[in-house]
């Protein structure tokens, strides 16, 4: 497994759904700049991210709608990472009774 380890002034973070995306950026002291629900659309996602462009990444859950958010950081030059949905700690309120992990 790769960590990445590079710092940035700001980190934002994607809750993918497939319709609806959740963001997040945070600055490096944890302070919340941005936090709203928007539509799934590149036009919308880049007005967020466009004041922190080139200083920022973008962080989303390995799930299947995740492509295009990667497509769109590439074409803007924006760093993306791509986490397993198993080490992400937020994943524990959608564990099932029957669930081993």
């Given at each position: 497994?790769n960590?990445?380890?590079?710092?940035?002034?700001?980190?934002?973070?994607?809750?993918?759904?497939?319709?609806?995306l959740?963001?997040?950026?945070?600055?490096?002291?944890?302070?919340?700049?941005?936090h709203?629900?928007?539509?799934?659309?590149?036009?919308?996602?880049?007005?967020?991210?466009?004041?922190?462009?080139?200083?920022i990444?973008?962080?989303?859950?390995?799930?299947?709608?995740?492509?295009?958010?990667?497509?769109?950081?590439?074409?803007?030059?924006?760093d993306f990472?791509?986490?397993?949905?198993?080490?992400?700690?937020?994943?524990?309120?959608g564990?099932?009774?029957?669930?081993?992990?």
């Open positions: 497994m960590f990445y380890t590079n710092t940035h002034p700001y980190y934002c973070g994607i809750d993918l759904h497939t319709r609806l959740y963001v997040c950026i945070i600055d490096n002291e944890n302070n919340i700049l941005v709203e629900k928007i539509d799934d659309s590149p036009d919308k996602l880049l007005a967020l991210l466009k004041p922190y462009l080139g200083n990444v973008v962080g989303v859950e390995c799930m299947h709608c995740w492509y295009w958010v990667s497509d769109f950081c590439e074409e803007y030059n924006i990472i791509l986490g397993h949905a198993l080490y992400m700690k937020a994943i524990h309120a564990k099932t009774k029957n669930d081993k992990i």
